[in-house]
């Protein structure tokens, strides 16, 4: 059975859920930082109320009314690699490959096995027919039709191996950063704290570095931050905290500390380890442009003041994603991960649906 009003329908209750209730369910995120000791209740929380803010009935509408959407079931067998570095991050594909009417195969990753399962059992107590149309796997899936598969470099070579001569959707690993003009007032730094430091700083929508004006104090960043300084009392940040402060002070590296987070300056590379940042400065917005666009391949959004000198040098691209300070963590249905249109991809396998 497949009627795709009814299931959004469930997607509004769901997020309400999700909002409202999902954050008080101790027994499941228990298990979930069990599993995974970088999954935090607060960071849980975070992930469930950014996806409640996304199934939001206004916000659902406006997607839905961007596609033709499958009339029926499609028959097609799709098969959904996820990634785990952050709480429930494979669950935007799970949502979109049923939406598009498909039979969805799911390989959890072994981080984040808990999570989605719990999602997706939520959304069948509102769509109860949604059971018999989504398989969670242990071992290797076979008989798919397409593959959506998300991983690192060597996750990578492994995709395209098996899977790479059936319609794929393949995504690598890409990273985050900011952009300051020098304007930004405290509340736009406190913002930017946000993209920086939630989940630990571990998604490709954190930000792991950042341009700053050749004159601007840091200091002013280290202020706004301050609210951050708990994360020194995680075990596992604190270890690669520690680690990276001693291998760069073997190196005679430069570095800054406040505490809970090293800041580095470093033109080449773009993603900073966990517990440090990335800093280079500049003196002309138009470097940093040519810089960015050079390598846009690698980046997932470029965070922004908004209405500034920076945001109108950048936004300008056509090879950019530019989001305002505080936005990464919480995208809109539409921001598909490496600017790929998921819904597009799922629904074009029939040879038809697409863009309205």
Not at 72 to 80: A, E, H
Not at 186 to 199: I, M, P, S, T, Y
Request: net charge negative; proline share 3%.
């Amino acid at each position: 059975m497949y009627d795709v009003n009814k299931l959004f329908s469930g997607l509004v209750q769901l997020g309400e859920w999700l909002r409202e209730e999902a954050a008080s369910d101790d027994q499941t995120l228990r298990s979930a930082e069990a599993q995974n000791g970088w999954f935090t209740s607060e960071s849980v929380a975070q992930a469930c109320q950014a996806h409640g803010e996304a199934l939001r009935a206004e916000e659902l509408t406006r997607w839905r009314d961007m596609y033709v959407w499958s009339d029926g079931p499609t028959g097609l067998s799709v098969g959904l690699i996820m990634a785990g570095n952050l709480p429930m991050v494979g669950w935007h594909d799970l949502m979109c490959a049923v939406l598009a009417g498909h039979e969805v195969h799911v390989k959890l990753s072994k981080h984040d096995a808990v999570l989605p399962r719990w999602a997706f059992q939520q959304w069948c107590a509102f769509c109860p027919e949604l059971e018999a149309r989504v398989t969670f796997h242990d071992g290797m899936m076979k008989g798919m039709d397409a593959v959506v598969a998300t991983g690192g470099p060597n996750a990578g070579r492994y995709f395209k191996s098996y899977f790479g001569h059936l319609p794929h959707l393949f995504r690598g690993q890409r990273t985050s950063v900011a952009v300051l003009d020098g304007e930004e007032g405290e509340a736009e730094l406190k913002a930017l704290g946000q993209d920086v430091f939630a989940h630990f700083g571990m998604g490709c929508r954190s930000v792991t570095k950042l341009w700053i004006p050749s004159d601007f104090n840091l200091d002013r960043c280290f202020a706004a931050w301050m609210d951050w300084g708990h994360l020194a009392q995680h075990g596992k940040y604190a270890n690669n905290y520690d680690y990276h402060k001693a291998v760069w002070l073997l190196n005679r590296e430069d570095l800054i500390e406040n505490g809970f987070v090293l800041v580095k300056e470093e033109r080449d590379g773009l993603v900073s380890p966990i517990g440090t940042l990335y800093l280079e400065r500049y003196d002309g917005l138009h470097e940093v442009r040519a810089q960015l666009d050079s390598r846009s391949d690698e980046l997932q959004v470029v965070t922004v003041r908004p209405d500034g000198e920076a945001w109108e040098t950048l936004s300008s691209s056509e090879s950019l994603r530019v989001v305002p300070c505080g936005a990464n963590q919480n995208p809109k249905l539409d921001d598909y991960a490496d600017g790929v249109d998921t819904i597009q991809f799922l629904l074009s396998l029939t040879g038809g649906g697409g863009k309205a």
